[in-house]
């Protein structure tokens, strides 16, 4: 398993932009599934997007298409969120997750490691 570590969450307005990272500690992202998921109180964890690493294939929630984007850097083995657009019901606690097997999954159970997340408050 490969330790994930988030960053970049925070406070911003309505209409805000923020970028989340995901690194791999230690070691390569390569063949693993990437994806994006969030939790705000009292919900369950739900599905962003994800982008498999080797071809960049991406998948996205329909709540956040059209406003989210996916990218990764091979050589700094990241994989980021790019999140415009921002609103209120966004705020959540963001999580990066890995798969070892192909397909971008939208269950949480279809992922093998996460990382400790990161806090988007997105104020009205």
């Known amino acids: 398993q490969v330790p994930l570590v988030e960053s970049g969450g925070g406070l911003v307005q309505a209409g805000g932009s923020l970028r989340l990272s995901c690194a791999a500690s230690g070691r390569t992202f390569t063949t693993y599934t990437v994806a994006w998921f969030r939790q705000a109180p009292g919900k369950e964890r739900e599905f962003v997007g994800g982008i498999t690493w080797l071809g960049g294939s991406t998948r996205y929630a329909d709540s956040v298409k059209g406003r989210f984007t996916i990218s990764r850097d091979n050589a700094k083995n990241t994989v980021y969120l790019q999140m415009n657009s921002l609103k209120p019901e966004d705020t959540a606690v963001y999580y990066c997750?890995?798969?070892?097997?192909?397909?971008?999954?939208?269950?949480?159970?279809?992922?093998?490691?996460w990382g400790q997340g990161t806090q988007v408050t997105v104020a009205s």
């Open positions: 997750a890995t798969r070892f097997r192909s397909g971008i999954m939208t269950g949480p159970s279809e992922y093998d490691t």
